[in-house]
């Protein structure tokens, strides 16, 4: 069964900081381009960053450069994102994609006092 599962979601106060993580089953990652993607309510899903199959190029959207960092390690088939700083503005479901197709089911992330 082909499979995205995130987690490391949660609450956490301003300033603060959380490391989510993607695990894929039922497939290998180490062929595709992979991404984080978040949903806050009313508004659109966004890309919040990518990273190349190799982890040789990697992007992020201007809101979260300088606080948030992608990686990902093929052997353990899973993806990370690791969020410092967080702003309440963070809050918003958070999604990992893989390649076109495979999406997760996505994390809650709650940046509140």
């Known amino acids: 069964q082909v499979q995205l599962v995130e987690s490391g979601g949660g609450l956490v106060q301003p300033g603060g900081s959380l490391r989510l993580s993607c695990t894929a089953s039922g497939f290998t990652i180490s062929d595709y381009w992979m991404g984080w993607y978040r949903q806050a309510p009313g508004k659109e899903r966004e890309e919040v960053a990518g990273i190349s199959s190799g982890a040789t190029s990697t992007t992020l959207t201007d809101s979260v450069k300088g606080r948030f960092t992608i990686s990902r390690d093929n052997d353990k088939n899973t993806m990370y994102l690791q969020m410092n700083n967080l702003k309440p503005e963070d809050t918003a479901v958070y999604y990992c994609?893989?390649?076109?197709?495979?999406w997760g089911q996505g994390t809650q992330v709650t940046v509140s006092s």
């Open positions: 994609r893989c390649g076109v197709h495979y």
